[in-house]
């Protein structure tokens, strides 16, 4: 190539190359009104009757909604399922959580495309397994608990509405309150949980 087109060139090749910078600076998305998330989540399960059993990998999936009420603030309600497996008793037994979250999210940066943010609320839980009594019998144990969960992650914004979330979270609790077959079961010894994870998703804004 001559010279004088490279010269021409170099202009074009640099707003091609600062295009996209540009635009995403130029994004100012609004945290405000409702948005919806699908996610994943993996990390590792700590659910056992006897102590001294260590996590196991666990991983599930589910959606959440929120609702912006300043650019800091947000009230946040999601449910997920998440399956791992555990030292019941003497053998690993797989089983479920169903695990639904109320609480709030504060975020930084109001108006920049990546919003870091921190968040805590109350987690409701049911867990569920099979597990065999010593006589051989296969029952259905279920149990609810309510528990804590925090998190902290950022949000990173593809578009004005469209944005890509990534959190570590804890969430933790006790289930104390138990039956077998859908009858109530006050000899089961209680059962502590608790999950360090992660959780990543993708959200929609809908209108502000």
């Known amino acids: 190539m001559p010279i004088s087109a490279r010269?021409?060139?170099?202009?074009?090749?640099?707003?091609?190359?600062?295009?996209?910078?540009?635009?995403?600076?130029?994004?100012s998305p609004?945290?405000?009104?409702?948005?919806?998330?699908?996610?994943?989540?993996?990390?590792?399960m700590n659910t056992a009757i006897y102590t001294g059993v260590g996590g196991r990998a666990a991983f599930g999936f589910g959606g959440?909604?929120?609702?912006?009420t300043s650019?800091?603030?947000?009230?946040?309600g999601r449910l997920a399922r998440i399956t791992s497996a555990s030292g019941?008793?003497?053998t690993s037994t797989d089983y479920a959580i169903v695990q639904g979250d109320l609480g709030l999210r504060w975020m930084s940066l109001p108006g920049a495309r990546v919003r870091p943010f921190a968040e805590a609320?109350?987690?409701?839980?049911q867990l569920a397994f099979e597990f065999a009594s010593a006589q051989g019998v296969?029952?259905?144990?279920?149990?609810?608990?309510?528990?804590?969960?925090?998190?902290?992650?950022?949000?990173?914004?593809?578009?004005?509405?469209?944005?890509?979330?990534?959190a570590g979270t804890y969430t933790s609790g006790n289930f104390s309150?138990?039956?077998?077959?859908?009858?109530?079961?006050?000899?089961?010894?209680?059962?502590?949980?608790?999950?360090?994870?992660?959780?990543?998703?993708?959200?929609?804004?809908f209108s502000k």
């Open 177 to 205: 309150t138990w039956k077998v077959n859908g009858q109530p079961a006050p000899g089961v010894a209680q059962m502590t949980s608790e999950m360090l994870g992660v959780r990543i998703g993708m959200r929609y804004w």
């Open 88 to 90: 019941i008793a003497t």
């Open 30 to 44: 609004s945290t405000l009104g409702i948005s919806a998330q699908v996610h994943g989540v993996a990390g590792t």
């Open 121 to 125: 609320g109350l987690a409701v839980r």
């Open 138 to 166: 296969l029952g259905d144990y279920t149990a609810f608990n309510g528990g804590a969960t925090v998190g902290v992650g950022v949000m990173l914004f593809q578009t004005e509405m469209v944005s890509v979330d990534a």
């Open 64 to 68: 959440e909604i929120a609702y912006g």
């Open 71 to 76: 650019p800091r603030l947000s009230l946040v």
């Open 7 to 27: 010269r021409a060139a170099l202009p074009l090749i640099a707003f091609l190359i600062a295009a996209p910078v540009v635009r995403g600076q130029s994004l």
